[in-house]
């Protein structure tokens, strides 16, 4: 299945590094999410975008930087990382937007697997 | 309290038996509830959305209590390829906009 494709698949990255995690969706969706999955944890939503616009942050460090530039790709920016930001990173889209009502289905990447060191 | 709760299991059945999975959710205004099921080292993927009225899917059945808040996911006749984590994923909109909350999932393992 290629609807949601992630870049790259594995990353490992020390404290200085920058890097970025590249998402693409190829569902014409107009809605693109960022997930941070760690062991024993529930999936956390890191940040939406809806028609290219963010329209969610959930409190998440500025050390991670979302930029969309179009409906379609969607990345994560990283810089200066602590070793507790390893996890697995999961982009979703969905067809949202003002006209939802919510029951929208989510369509998963494969993630990226980061490891900090 | 977490706006989604799960038991994490792991839920060890034998094939052919029937499990049942329980999820709760905390906040009222939460509008749409779904079953999405993750693979290990996969992503997440739908299994089935939750109506109010229940739905069923083959061996899958799915139930909403609202007044109780909580929503159900009965397996049935339970095969090897069903051994993987379910996750609960409960939505509301918010400014016109999802707002999706997923739980820890629970682990269920099916043994020959």
């Known amino acids: 299945e290629t609807g949601v494709t992630q870049t790259p698949r594995h990353l490992v990255m020390g404290m200085t590094n920058k890097k970025s995690l590249k998402c693409e969706q190829h569902l014409g969706h107009n809605a693109m999410y960022w997930y941070k999955q760690s062991a024993k944890k529930p999936l956390e939503l890191m940040f939406v975008y809806n028609f290219k616009e963010q329209t969610e942050n959930n409190s998440v460090p500025s050390r991670f930087s979302p930029e969309c530039p179009n409906s379609s790709h969607l990345f994560l920016h990283l810089h200066t990382l602590q070793p507790e930001d390893s996890a697995l990173y999961l982009c979703?889209?969905?067809?949202?937007?003002?006209?939802?009502?919510?029951?929208?289905?989510?369509?998963f990447g494969p993630g990226t697997r980061l490891l900090v060191l | 309290r977490k706006e989604v709760e799960q038991d994490p299991g792991p839920f060890n059945v034998p094939e052919g038996a029937t499990v049942a999975f329980n999820c709760t959710y905390s906040?009222?205004?939460?509008?749409?509830f779904f079953w999405y099921r993750q693979d290990c080292r996969k992503e997440p993927k739908l299994l089935m959305s939750v109506y109010s009225s229940g739905n069923e899917d083959g061996r899958f059945t799915a139930q909403l209590n609202r007044a109780s808040q909580y929503i159900s996911l009965l397996i049935r006749d339970s095969k090897l390829s069903d051994s993987a984590t379910y996750l609960c994923?409960?939505?509301?909109?918010?400014?016109?906009?999802?707002?999706?909350?997923f739980g820890t999932g629970t682990k269920l393992q099916v043994i020959p």
């Open positions: 906040n009222s205004a939460s509008q749409s």
């Open positions: 994923v409960v939505n509301r909109v918010s400014g016109g906009y999802q707002k999706v909350t």
């Open positions: 979703a889209s969905s067809q949202d937007g003002p006209a939802g009502d919510g029951w929208e289905t989510q369509y």
